[in-house]
């Protein structure tokens, strides 16, 4: 169990660097969404809107929006960051937070960001989980193997 709690504290390492990284470029950033002016009503699909996603004709891009996934998706605070880190590194909805980025913000430079995270977050560190898992199990058959072999 120690080579996996070693692990585990590279991982929540790489999940800290990427989150507060996170809260330095996106703070803020999708809290914007189309509305009409004249009814209040937003979009049918609601996404950020702003530099990289230009609202439809009648509607204006308003800043009070709680987010996407009802606000829990953004980096605005250290441990919703940590939660939206977590959630590309593990590769469930992880475009989906690179999509809601650009339309915020524009499409130039932010998917290096996101594609940084997932080769050393998604491939590399959860790669090494599983290889430490698999040797510890190795170790302990071997073990077991031994202790066979010594009681015959």
Known sequence: ???LLHIALLVLFVIIIYAIIGLELFSGKLH????????GERMKDEHPCGTGFQCSTGYVCYEKWDGPNH??????????AMLTVFQCVTLEGW?????NIQDAMGSTWQWIYFVSMVILGA??????????????FSKERT???????FQN
């Open 32 to 39: 914007k969404t189309c509305l009409r002016p004249d009814t």
């Open 1 to 3: 169990m120690i080579p």
């Open 95 to 99: 475009t989906d937070v690179l999509y």
């Open 143 to 149: 073990k077991a193997k031994n202790r066979g072999d």
């Open 71 to 80: 606000g829990i998706t953004n980096f605005d605070n250290f441990g919703l």
């Open 123 to 136: 491939f590399f560190v959860m790669n090494l989980i599983l290889g430490v898992l698999s040797g510890e």
